[in-house]
């Protein structure tokens, strides 16, 4: 199994950045796929997570209104469109994929991680 995270880089705030995971080897469509991000000096923290069985979607409260995840099915890809990006966005971000989602615990559910690709946000 592998997750491909790509489209990092460094943005002004206000600005936006589009995140793209590739996934392969995973029975992609019946996954639970999502993003975490992790920023210098801070613990890892859940961004947004997609269940594909059934489309549900699920956001952390600092990025509800700023971030879209979506994903294509047929191509194993994950998006997460990050528009109104702020400084504090600044972060690695992780592409994760899971069987199962539970609020706050989906970490601990987690089978698969990609490498990580660094979005920066300038003030």
């Known amino acids: 199994v592998q997750l491909q995270a790509s489209g990092g880089g460094l943005v002004q705030a206000g600005g936006s950045l589009r995140l793209s995971c590739a996934a392969s080897?995973?029975?992609?469509?019946?996954?639970?796929m999502g993003w975490f991000r992790q920023a210098p000096g801070k613990e890892r923290e859940f961004v947004v997570a997609i269940n594909k069985r059934d489309g549900s979607t699920y956001y952390a409260d600092s990025v509800k209104g700023r971030f879209t995840i979506s994903g294509d099915n047929a191509k194993g890809l994950v998006y997460l469109q990050m528009n109104s990006l702020k400084p504090e966005d600044t972060a690695v971000y992780y592409c994760?994929?899971?069987?199962?989602?539970?609020?706050?615990?989906?970490?601990?559910?987690?089978?698969?991680w990609g490498k990580g690709t660094q979005v920066t946000v300038s003030s």
């Open positions: 080897g995973l029975p992609f469509s019946t996954y639970v």
């Open positions: 994760a994929a899971g069987p199962a989602y539970q609020d706050g615990r989906w970490a601990h559910l987690v089978d698969y």
